[in-house]
Nanobody, 117 residues
Framework: QVQLVESGGGLVQAGGSLRLSCAAS????????MGWYRQAPGKQRELVAT???????NYADSVKGRFTISRENVKNTVYLQMNSMKPEDTAVYYC???????????WGQGTQVTVSS
């Protein structure tokens, strides 16, 4: 079993920055893709960014140029640096891990991010 614990959410003004962290523990395959998703009230959960174990990244168009995903494989931790934040970035952000072997999927409990205008 794998546990994902997010931290770093909070309240920020428009134009500000936040950094989210997600630490994975348990039976972790060294080969996995980690990422961040978000869900705003009344909306479906959507992809924000993902990063493979080799460092390849993928971003939603809405966050390109503003958000940066990174990871430290030794610490089994993934980060999301969010800059130039907008009110529409307000959501619960969820950490995600998908194993390359068998495609097992794990989710964190979520962390609230609120951007005030």
């Amino acid at each position: 079993q794998v546990q994902l614990v997010e931290s770093g959410g909070g309240l920020v003004q428009a134009g500000g920055s936040l950094r989210l962290s997600c630490a994975a523990s348990g039976r972790i395959s060294s080969i996995s893709t980690m990422g961040w998703y978000r869900q705003a009230p009344g909306k479906q959960r959507e992809l924000v960014a993902t990063i493979t174990s080799g460092g390849s990244t993928n971003y939603a168009d809405s966050v390109k140029g503003r958000f940066t995903i990174s990871r430290e494989n030794v610490k089994n931790t993934v980060y999301l640096q969010m800059n130039s934040m907008k009110p529409e970035d307000t959501a619960v952000y969820y950490c995600n891990l998908v194993t390359d072997l068998f495609g097992l999927t794990y989710w964190g409990q979520g962390t609230q991010v609120t951007v005030s205008s």
